[in-house]
């Protein structure tokens, strides 16, 4: 099933016409790991929106991700109630950049939005991404709260560990999904990078996923797959998170992270906290399952 005949599917469904809950198989040339060795690009600098630019560059740029008339989201970490120096969400001026860029390659309509964890008024201001959205005086910019009725049953075809989930529909219509994630410690899955930042499009009671946490996010990422991975790691959370709090658990790094492979952006990431790619649950499950490289040493890593 094609994504087009998918989201017919789902519409249907969601309009009381179809009793069958619709299902997603991606195409399994998208589910093979990457034949060539996949990019993974990294830059340092303190102003991030030319930061931004610089580290798509060796990926071929932000046009290459975004076309002219796509419907875009940007799916940040705003789960959490904490300032951006506290780093437990993705830093305010990234996500700026990060629109901005999207909009000057064309792009028709950008959606940002996170379920969060803490009370989603506060998350969205205190994270600072808020102000942040408002301060782009641009009409393709959609940012919001999401709709609870937005959230519709996918079967997860290829699951190992859960064979359904609720997944937001604007994350499923969109043309380019766009990941950014910022790099922290997490007590369950001992890192956020992508693959746990997806968490963010789930409804339903997402306590669920916790049990085998690592398989059921790689099981998530057979549906939901960004066609970039931009890592914040401007400022990253070395202790108690992921909801931190204490200004002493962060190290600033002043560097972001980018891929097309959500596997290999992920696995170069752990580094950045002198651990190894294996030793993270999620990236382990999600490269065994195809979807894409965790050896450091059959990457292309380029320094923007």
Same mark, same amino acid.
């Given at each position: =099933?094609?994504?087009?005949? /998918? =989201?017919?599917? $789902? ?6 016409? +179809?009793? *069958? ?11 093979? !790991?990457?034949?060539?060795?996949? $990019? ?14 610089? $580290? ?8 290459? /991700? ?23 969400? %993705? ?10 860029? +999207? #909009? ?17 008024? &506060?998350?969205?201001?205190? +994270? ?6 408002? +301060?782009?005086?641009?009409? &393709? ?23 359904? #989930? ?10 380019? @999904? ?13 890192? %956020? #990078?992508?693959?746990?930042?997806? =968490? ?27 066609? #970039? ?28 992270? !980018? *891929? ?10 752990? %580094?950045? /906290? ?7 649950? *999620?990236?382990?499950?999600? @490269? ?17």
């Amino acid at each position: =099933m094609d994504r087009r005949d /998918f =989201m017919k599917q $789902v519409l249907l469904w969601t309009a009381g016409i +179809s009793t *069958s809950i619709p299902s997603f198989r991606i195409g399994s040339e998208l589910l093979a !790991a990457e034949k060539e060795s996949p $990019v993974v690009s990294h830059a340092k600098g303190k102003n991030y929106y030319e930061l931004v630019a610089r $580290v798509l560059e060796p990926l071929g740029g932000i046009g290459k /991700f975004v076309k002219t008339g796509d419907h875009v989201v940007i799916k940040p970490n705003m789960a959490w109630d904490r300032s951006p120096d506290q780093a437990a969400n %993705t830093h305010p001026l990234v996500m700026k950049a990060m629109v901005e860029h +999207s #909009l000057d390659a064309g792009a028709k309509k950008i959606m940002v939005f996170d379920r969060t964890c803490n009370e989603q008024r &506060r998350c969205y201001v205190n +994270s600072g991404i808020q102000e942040a959205m408002e +301060s782009i005086k641009d009409k &393709r910019l959609a940012y919001y709260h999401p709709d609870t009725r937005k959230f519709v049953p996918v079967n997860i075809e290829r699951g190992k560990a859960v064979n359904r #989930l609720e997944i937001y529909r604007d994350a499923l219509e969109a043309d380019t @999904y766009i990941n950014v994630p910022i790099a922290k410690h997490h007590s369950l899955s001992k890192l %956020t #990078l992508g693959l746990k930042n997806s =968490m963010g499009v789930l409804g339903g009671n997402r306590g669920n996923m916790h049990h085998d946490l690592g398989q059921k996010l790689a099981d998530l990422a057979t549906v939901v797959r960004p066609k #970039l991975t931009l890592i914040d790691a401007t400022r990253i959370l070395l202790r108690n998170g992921p909801q931190g709090g204490d200004i002493d658990d962060v190290k600033i790094l002043d560097t972001l992270v !980018a *891929s097309a492979d959500p596997v290999a952006g992920d696995a170069f990431a752990t %580094t950045l /906290f002198n651990m190894q790619p294996d030793e993270i649950p *999620s990236t382990v499950a999600a @490269y065994k399952m195809g979807l894409g490289e965790m050896h450091l040493d059959r990457m292309q890593i380029i320094q923007a």
